[in-house]
T-cell receptor, first 112, second 116 residues
């Protein structure tokens, strides 16, 4: 079992839809959780950063962390064609090398 | 806005040749990371530097890969000799290091390597 599991999709939605992206993980030491957006042939761009459990909102984006279930989510409201990209979850534990452990990424297409 | 710079953006090389990638992190960022991303996968850490020191190189194939950050600023990743399986995107990231924001890593545009 990989440390971080993420459904690769692809996921296709109409413009304006609410998108839900999810990851599960097995390492209970993970405490810092990130979502990155990666456009084709570009480097990942940090979208959201959350510490421990709870919710964090930034504009149309909401990140949720449920440590008891080892489950994290990213919600995109009022999705736009410009949101079409691959979304990567990543996580790390406190201390140590702080390396990020990534999911495989979910490819999202928002259709006009 | 400050960004991580990488060059070249694309590199095609024949197997058994040597290849090198360069990274300039965000100014003031003490921690620098090299990741490899195979198509359809998430990035995987190859090496992490804190200033000029290696913190983690446990996943770096040391028989062919080397990395340096001599003055604690920019960094070079080298592969010699390149193999077909090295074809991937090589990503550099940086973070501010110990203290607040240490876990926020910012990535460069990457170098896409194709080995023929």
């Amino acid at each position: 079992q990989k440390e971080v599991e993420q459904d690769p999709g692809p996921l296709s939605v109409p413009e304006g839809a609410i998108v839900s992206l999810n990851c599960t993980y097995s390492n209970s030491a993970f405490q810092y959780f990130m979502w990155y957006r990666q456009y084709s042939r570009k480097g990942p761009e940090l979208l959201m950063y959350t510490y421990s459990s709870g919710n964090k909102e930034d504009g149309r984006f909401t990140a949720q962390v449920d440590k008891s279930s080892k489950y994290i989510s990213l919600f995109i409201r009022d999705s736009q064609p410009s949101d079409s990209a691959t979304y990567l979850c990543a996580m790390t534990s406190q201390g140590g090398s702080e390396k990020l452990v990534f999911g495989k990424g979910t490819k999202l297409t928002v259709n006009p | 806005e400050a960004e991580v710079a990488q060059s070249p953006r694309y590199k095609i090389t024949e197997k058994s040749q040597a290849v090198a990638f360069w990274c300039d992190p965000i100014s003031g960022h003490a921690t620098l990371y090299w990741y490899r991303q195979i198509l359809g996968q998430g990035p995987e850490l190859l090496v992490q530097f804190q200033d000029e020191s290696v913190v983690d190189d446990s996943q770096l194939p040391k028989d062919r890969f080397s990395a340096e950050r001599l003055k604690g600023v920019d960094s070079t990743l080298k592969i010699q000799p390149a193999e077909l399986g090295d074809s991937a995107m090589y990503l550099c990231a940086s973070s501010s290091g110990p203290g607040q924001g240490r876990y926020e890593q910012y990535f460069g545009p990457g170098t896409r390597l194709t080995v023929t």
